[in-house]
């Protein structure tokens, strides 16, 4: 089969709220374009994205997946991506392969918070969007209320391209406001052409009156035209809508249900017609090496003449199949078993045979084009954010960033069998989900899993039962607590030891201060002179940053402070570099006691979205959590309060928040900041730190 030309591939990234049938909608537009025999549902576990057993299981998407069809000579690639707050940072590689983000809205609630949440990630990577309101056939669905919060959150540019006939169960057709013409829909979802009802048309009019406005609006020329004439004839409007979506000065809009496929070819149309394809997106931009300048911008366009180009936005880890890197085409042509560089490691890759990805099915192809979606297994080296090229033309691309893990567990294998299993285990479906970080604590000797939530989390421990056989207990989660100092003062490390033979010497002044919140660790080097000799000062740094990462008052890592060498003194037999690292420890312990340490806490954004007669309930318990409202706002049917809450209160929030609106609420938190914690409540931390053992004697050195 020939590659498809870049000019006839569609990218488009499915973003939402969880429950706004985002799954469910690839599944149904696969059916109606003929690229499935059989119609998926999420109910049953049969949709083409949702192939993994937690998924099928939770009816909820846990990371990317694609699938791809061909609808009138073009091929549309679709990613799948979760909208549940723990998996919505996956959202975000996602929209950096696509060209354009698919936005689809829950008829029924309306606007959510991960719904703004990938909105904001899609102005990030500067995608062009549509929008799908979806589930119109269901009870309390409301096309226009849905619209009405849209344009009030994200902008005035968005515009119905297909307005609803009927509502809820007779929900049956669709009005095209582009083309002034009304559609039919059968259980099978094909469209027969029908009049436009008469008691719509004005809803029809204004719709389509702003659809010339926001066209006008898109050009100085089309501006005047429509100052002059009150309207733009179609031969205006038609070849510039595509123009304007893909400028992001416009939005459409389309009425659908997934479930019943009413409006999904009007959408399918729209998508061949107006999403704009990889040839008209801009140039992407990277380095000649990961170690360039990084203003350096070599610019590589969605040409299959340019030298090739990928990046490499998903990784799956398959029992049966390996490793599957997933990576779209940026520029130039690619061929199967070709030979690649992978610029981000420095190495050579063999790419073997070339796969498209339907789901969990790989399909051989011989080669592709810039702007496609293929996939490669069992390279050697290639991970998540790789960029490969052509060796004679190297380039690296940024990789996508993920939020720092908000949650942390301590996971203790069940076996000794377990434990020499886990490390293998975790590290492929590290491969596969990067928002998870995995490390072992040096003090507690603990094996530490972190995640954006404690759902996130308990996926993992059941995908390790599941897929490699490994058993893990999971402890509750732990507060990722820091210390810092609160003032300044100079101190002395010394450190002598003379046990026959040679000895050990090392001697060091510092001054120790606290730095503003976020600043992290400095270190300074003031000596002029002799005083402590230049190969033995980084020890110096060594041996406060260790002591440092055990603390000082609960033995959690102390952070935002300063220390500046300003004079020492040395042996020229007995010091070593052991020796002044050991000078440094000293420093630091002896400055516990003049720099005062405190605690300091990690405080959460919190949004929750709920029904505003349960928001005075909700503001009570946040403020019983030692919350801080930050601010309220109507969103459609729902209130949506804002407040910063630290962690350690937000730990069982789930559970009370169900509690409190009878499960109809949801929350999403992500980290702001540390605050120090306050006096009472950090006495019973260091009481439990020292009950643990966190806080370790003095070593004797």
């Given at each position: 089969?020939?590659?498809?030309?870049?000019?006839?591939?569609?990218?488009?990234?499915?973003?939402?709220?969880?429950?706004?049938?985002?799954?469910?909608?690839?599944?149904?537009?696969?059916?109606?374009?003929?690229?499935?025999?059989?119609?998926?549902?999420?109910?049953?576990?049969?949709?083409?994205?949702?192939?993994?057993?937690?998924?099928?299981?939770?009816?909820?998407?846990?990371?990317?997946?694609?699938?791809?069809?061909?609808?009138?000579?073009?091929?549309?690639?679709?990613?799948?991506?979760?909208?549940?707050?723990?998996?919505?940072?996956?959202?975000?590689?996602?929209?950096?392969?696509?060209?354009?983000?698919?936005?689809?809205?829950?008829?029924?609630?309306?606007?959510?918070?991960?719904?703004?949440?990938?909105?904001?990630?899609?102005?990030?990577?500067?995608?062009?969007?549509?929008?799908?309101?979806?589930?119109?056939?269901?009870?309390?669905?409301?096309?226009?209320?849905?619209?009405?919060?849209?344009?009030?959150?994200?902008?005035?540019?968005?515009?119905?391209?297909?307005?609803?006939?009927?509502?809820?169960?007779?929900?049956?057709?669709?009005?095209?406001?582009?083309?002034?013409?009304?559609?039919?829909?059968?259980?099978?979802?094909?469209?027969?052409?029908?009049?436009?009802?008469?008691?719509?048309?004005?809803?029809?009019?204004?719709?389509?009156?702003?659809?010339?406005?926001?066209?006008?609006?898109?050009?100085?020329?089309?501006?005047?035209?429509?100052?002059?004439?009150?309207?733009?004839?179609?031969?205006?409007?038609?070849?510039?809508?595509?123009?304007?979506?893909?400028?992001?000065?416009?939005?459409?809009?389309?009425?659908?249900?997934?479930?019943?496929?009413?409006?999904?070819?009007?959408?399918?149309?729209?998508?061949?017609?107006?999403?704009?394809?990889?040839?008209?997106?801009?140039?992407?931009?990277?380095?000649?090496?990961?170690?360039?300048?990084?203003?350096?911008?070599?610019?590589?366009?969605?040409?299959?003449?340019?030298?090739?180009?990928?990046?490499?936005?998903?990784?799956?880890?398959?029992?049966?199949?390996?490793?599957?890197?997933?990576?779209?085409?940026?520029?130039?042509?690619?061929?199967?078993?070709?030979?690649?560089?992978?610029?981000?490691?420095?190495?050579?890759?063999?790419?073997?045979?070339?796969?498209?990805?339907?789901?969990?099915?790989?399909?051989?192809?011989?080669?592709?084009?810039?702007?496609?979606?293929?996939?490669?297994?069992?390279?050697?080296?290639?991970?998540?954010?790789?960029?490969?090229?052509?060796?004679?033309?190297?380039?690296?691309?940024?990789?996508?960033?993920?939020?720092?893990?908000?949650?942390?567990?301590?996971?203790?294998?069940?076996?000794?069998?377990?434990?020499?299993?886990?490390?293998?285990?975790?590290?492929?479906?590290?491969?596969?989900?990067?928002?998870?970080?995995?490390?072992?604590?040096?003090?507690?000797?603990?094996?530490?899993?972190?995640?954006?939530?404690?759902?996130?989390?308990?996926?993992?421990?059941?995908?390790?039962?599941?897929?490699?056989?490994?058993?893990?207990?999971?402890?509750?989660?732990?507060?990722?607590?820091?210390?810092?100092?609160?003032?300044?003062?100079?101190?002395?490390?010394?450190?002598?030891?003379?046990?026959?033979?040679?000895?050990?010497?090392?001697?060091?002044?510092?001054?120790?201060?606290?730095?503003?919140?976020?600043?992290?660790?400095?270190?300074?080097?003031?000596?002029?002179?002799?005083?402590?000799?230049?190969?033995?000062?980084?020890?110096?740094?060594?041996?406060?940053?260790?002591?440092?990462?055990?603390?000082?008052?609960?033995?959690?890592?102390?952070?935002?402070?300063?220390?500046?060498?300003?004079?020492?003194?040395?042996?020229?037999?007995?010091?070593?570099?052991?020796?002044?690292?050991?000078?440094?420890?000293?420093?630091?312990?002896?400055?516990?006691?003049k720099v005062k340490p405190t605690l300091l806490e990690p405080i959460m954004n919190v949004e929750v979205v709920a029904p505003q007669e349960c928001s005075g309930d909700i503001m009570g318990d946040l403020n019983s959590r030692r919350g801080r409202l930050q601010g309220m706002e109507v969103r459609g049917k729902q209130q949506v309060i804002k407040a910063q809450v630290p962690m350690s209160e937000m730990l069982n929030y789930q559970s009370t928040l169900n509690s409190i609106t009878?499960?109809?609420?949801?929350?999403?938190?992500?980290?702001?900041?540390?605050?120090?914690?306050?006096?009472?409540?950090?006495?019973?931390?260091?009481?439990?730190?020292?009950?643990?053992?966190?806080?370790?004697?003095?070593?004797?050195?």
């Amino acid at each position: 089969m020939k590659p498809f030309p870049t000019k006839a591939i569609r990218n488009l990234a499915v973003i939402g709220h969880g429950d706004a049938g985002k799954t469910q909608l690839i599944s149904s537009l696969l059916y109606v374009a003929g690229a499935t025999p059989r119609w998926g549902h999420v109910d049953d576990g049969t949709t083409v994205t949702d192939y993994e057993e937690d998924s099928i299981a939770r009816k909820i998407t846990l990371n990317t997946a694609i699938a791809n069809l061909i609808y009138k000579d073009t091929k549309v690639n679709f990613i799948d991506t979760p909208g549940y707050a723990a998996f919505v940072a996956h959202a975000r590689p996602a929209l950096r392969a696509a060209d354009c983000a698919l936005v689809v809205v829950d008829g029924v609630n309306g606007i959510e918070v991960q719904t703004e949440k990938t909105w904001a990630y899609a102005n990030e990577f500067i995608r062009p969007r549509i929008m799908v309101i979806n589930k119109l056939d269901k009870e309390r669905s409301d096309f226009g209320a849905a619209l009405d919060g849209a344009r009030h959150t994200f902008s005035r540019a968005i515009v119905a391209f297909t307005l609803p006939i009927g509502s809820e169960q007779n929900f049956k057709g669709v009005v095209d406001v582009v083309h002034m013409q009304a559609y039919e829909y059968d259980q099978q979802g094909k469209a027969s052409p029908i009049d436009i009802p008469a008691q719509g048309m004005d809803v029809v009019t204004k719709e389509r009156e702003k659809l010339i406005e926001v066209i006008a609006e898109s050009d100085d020329a089309l501006m005047e035209k429509y100052f002059d004439q009150g309207t733009l004839e179609d031969e205006d409007l038609l070849p510039n809508i595509a123009k304007a979506i893909a400028n992001g000065r416009l939005c459409p809009v389309f009425a659908v249900s997934s479930a019943t496929l009413v409006g999904l070819s009007a959408l399918l149309d729209g998508i061949i017609d107006y999403v704009p394809s990889p040839f008209a997106h801009e140039a992407e931009f990277g380095r000649s090496s990961v170690d360039a300048d990084p203003n350096e911008k070599i610019p590589r366009r969605y040409d299959p003449s340019e030298a090739f180009s990928a990046y490499v936005f998903r990784t799956i880890a398959d029992p049966f199949a390996g490793r599957i890197n997933v990576m779209k085409v940026i520029s130039g042509h690619i061929k199967h078993d070709a030979t690649v560089l992978n610029s981000t490691r420095g190495t050579i890759e063999k790419l073997g045979a070339l796969h498209i990805i339907e789901g969990k099915h790989l399909d051989k192809v011989d080669e592709a084009d810039a702007g496609d979606i293929i996939a490669c297994v069992k390279l050697r080296d290639t991970q998540t954010g790789d960029t490969l090229c052509d060796k004679a033309a190297p380039i690296v691309y940024n990789p996508v960033e993920y939020p720092e893990a908000a949650i942390a567990f301590a996971i203790e294998p069940k076996s000794r069998q377990d434990e020499e299993k886990i490390s293998v285990a975790l590290h492929k479906i590290l491969e596969e989900d990067p928002a998870l970080h995995f490390s072992r604590d040096s003090q507690t000797k603990e094996f530490i899993l972190s995640g954006s939530g404690q759902l996130h989390v308990e996926t993992v421990v059941e995908k390790l039962k599941k897929r490699y056989g490994v058993e893990v207990a999971l402890h509750p989660p732990k507060v990722p607590y820091k210390e810092t100092i609160t003032q300044r003062a100079e101190v002395q490390g010394r450190h002598k030891k003379q046990t026959g033979g040679r000895g050990q010497f090392g001697d060091c002044k510092v001054i120790f201060e606290p730095l503003p919140r976020g600043e992290g660790f400095q270190f300074e080097d003031k000596i002029f002179g002799g005083s402590v000799p230049q190969q033995f000062r980084p020890a110096i740094e060594k041996g406060i940053v260790e002591a440092a990462s055990s603390g000082a008052i609960a033995g959690y890592p102390l952070v935002d402070f300063k220390a500046t060498l300003i004079d020492g003194s040395y042996h020229t037999v007995d010091s070593d570099e052991h020796s002044f690292r050991a000078a440094g420890r000293k420093a630091f312990r002896a400055a516990i006691d003049k720099v005062k340490p405190t605690l300091l806490e990690p405080i959460m954004n919190v949004e929750v979205v709920a029904p505003q007669e349960c928001s005075g309930d909700i503001m009570g318990d946040l403020n019983s959590r030692r919350g801080r409202l930050q601010g309220m706002e109507v969103r459609g049917k729902q209130q949506v309060i804002k407040a910063q809450v630290p962690m350690s209160e937000m730990l069982n929030y789930q559970s009370t928040l169900n509690s409190i609106t009878a499960a109809r609420g949801s929350y999403h938190m992500e980290f702001s900041h540390y605050d120090p914690v306050p006096g009472q409540i950090a006495q019973k931390i260091v009481e439990q730190a020292r009950a643990e053992g966190r806080i370790r004697a003095e070593e004797e050195e």
